[in-house]
């Protein structure tokens, strides 16, 4: 009998810190708020592949996005926050309609 107790009380334990984690990480408080890392366009290209353009403190970086790692392109010298289609477009030299 105390065995079964034991093992109730274990399991409610660890039940518990199951919840509270789910609970943190569902709320994002392990997350920063205002931290110096944002995402701040992401374009799919696949279902796992995906252009982003962070910004990392006061720099603007293209970041290639894949199921291996992530590559960073290029580093944005005049980025404007306008879309990424117009800011795409200009680079190749035509005009969105």
Known sequence: M??????L???????????????????????????SISVLERHYLDRKTFIAIVRVIDEYLVILVTD?????IKKLEDYEEKSFSSMFFKKLGRKIK
């Open 2 to 7: 105390s065995g079964i107790l034991q093992f």
């Open 9 to 35: 009380l274990a399991f409610g334990i660890v039940l518990f810190f199951l919840l509270l984690v789910y609970y943190f990480v569902k709320r994002g408080t392990f997350i920063q708020k205002g931290s």
């Open 68 to 72: 291996s790692g992530a590559t960073v």
